[in-house]
């Protein structure tokens, strides 16, 4: 019997199943990274995630449930009409690779992501944060959930960024990155961000730079259309990157501190350029 309208879950025994195929080895991060963009796929781990996933518009293709959860989602499984695998915690853990704590998991359909010049400028977003080749994928869903927090109205990420789809980058960023607009921007960085400023955007790029000016003076020149571009753990952003942006940007540090986490730099810095003044 399929999930559905007057349906219910699939009992499954077996972690070798080809129905389960979607949730086969889930911590093999090299292989979920090159697959699940491949076959147009990503996972929403637990109730709160799936839910979120299917009110952003994301087509559910099956869900794979420990028999506690089977009841709480029983509406999802009617109003989806997509097949539920119930299976036990061990055969899970067997399956995935790992202890499915949250007890459920949805494999979703991914939408063609939008044209990143269309994004841009229909209506055009006031604040956008660029993400440039942040490989961590915790710090890709932190980012998201700052940005999602904070106001920032649509992100952008590089050829080489971490994929925000994927399960551990939903989990940290708590669904953000299933409800802000977001694209790949490419080629980058010079046609990046040439398509940035064409668009009405100031780049500010945060770095540590002798040129760089403060976060606060960034803030107080109030830009109407302002692009916030984040680098990489250690190496930064690129010099190419730095060299083409319009400004470059600092956090004041003290205590001997010279720089944050991406992610906590992220927050701030969408935290400190939030509009407080009419639209443009």
Not at 39 to 44: P, R, T
Not at 201 to 214: H, K, N, P, Q, R
Not at 239 to 257: F, H, N
Request: glycine share 8%; net charge neutral.
């Amino acid at each position: 019997m399929t999930g559905g309208p007057g349906g219910g879950p699939i009992e499954v025994g077996d972690p070798a199943d080809p129905r389960l195929a979607d949730y086969t080895a889930l911590t093999d991060v090299a292989l979920r990274t090159v697959r699940e963009p491949a076959e147009g796929l990503f996972m929403a781990e637990g109730e709160k995630v799936i839910r979120r996933a299917l009110a952003a518009g994301y087509p559910m293709r099956s869900m794979l449930l420990t028999p506690k959860w089977a009841g709480q989602l029983r509406d999802v499984i009617d109003a989806t009409g997509a097949p539920a695998y119930l299976v036990s915690v061990e055969v899970a853990e067997r399956l995935t690779g790992y202890h499915v704590h949250r007890g459920a998991l949805a494999a979703m359909a991914r939408k063609p992501l939008p044209d990143p010049a269309r994004l841009l400028t229909g209506p055009p977003p006031r604040r956008v944060a660029v993400l440039e080749d942040i490989v961590d994928h915790a710090n890709v869903g932190a980012a998201f959930r700052s940005a999602a927090a904070l106001g920032i109205d649509a992100v952008l990420t590089t050829p080489r960024c971490a994929d925000p789809l994927y399960r551990r980058s939903v989990k940290v960023s708590m669904a953000a990155v299933l409800q802000v607009p977001w694209t790949r921007l490419e080629p980058w960085p010079e046609e990046g961000l040439r398509l940035l400023r064409d668009a009405g955007y100031a780049t500010a790029a945060l770095a540590l730079t002798d040129d760089a000016i403060t976060l606060d003076e960034l803030a107080a020149r109030r830009h109407p259309r302002l692009a916030l571009v984040f680098g990489t753990e250690g190496a930064g952003l690129s010099r190419a990157t730095l060299a083409a942006a319009d400004v470059r940007v600092r956090i004041p540090m003290s205590a001997g501190v010279d720089s944050l986490n991406v992610a906590a730099a992220c927050a701030v810095a969408c935290y400190a350029t939030r509009p407080r003044w009419p639209q443009a």
